[in-house]
Nanobody
């Protein structure tokens, strides 16, 4: 079993920045894919960004150029640096990991508990 623990959420004004971190522990083998999903009020959970063990990244169009995902394979951590935040970025952000892919919700094997990000206008 793998446990994912997020940190770094909070309240920020529009245009500000936040950094989310996620630490994986437990029965860790090759977690090829790690990343972040989010669920805004009244919306479905969506993929924000992902990164493979080989540092191949993928971003949702809505966050390209504003968010940066990074990973430390030695420490089994993944971070999401969020800049130029907008009110529409308000959501619960979930860390996700899988031995293969997190491209879809159904592919994700491990989830964090979620951390709230609120962007005020």
């Amino acid at each position: 079993q793998v446990q994912l623990v997020e940190s770094g959420g909070g309240l920020v004004q529009a245009g500000g920045s936040l950094r989310l971190s996620c630490a994986a522990s437990g029965s860790i083998f090759r977690l090829n894919a790690m990343g972040w999903y989010r669920r805004a009020p009244g919306k479905q959970r969506e993929l924000v960004a992902s990164i493979t063990i080989g540092s191949i990244t993928n971003y949702a169009d809505s966050v390209k150029g504003r968010f940066t995902i990074s990973r430390d394979n030695a420490k089994n951590t993944v971070c999401l640096q969020m800049s130029s935040l907008k009110p529409e970025d308000t959501a619960v952000y979930y860390c996700a990991a899988d031995q293969r892919s997190i491209a879809t919700i159904f592919a994700v094997q491990y989830w964090g508990q979620g951390t709230q990000v609120t962007v005020s206008s």
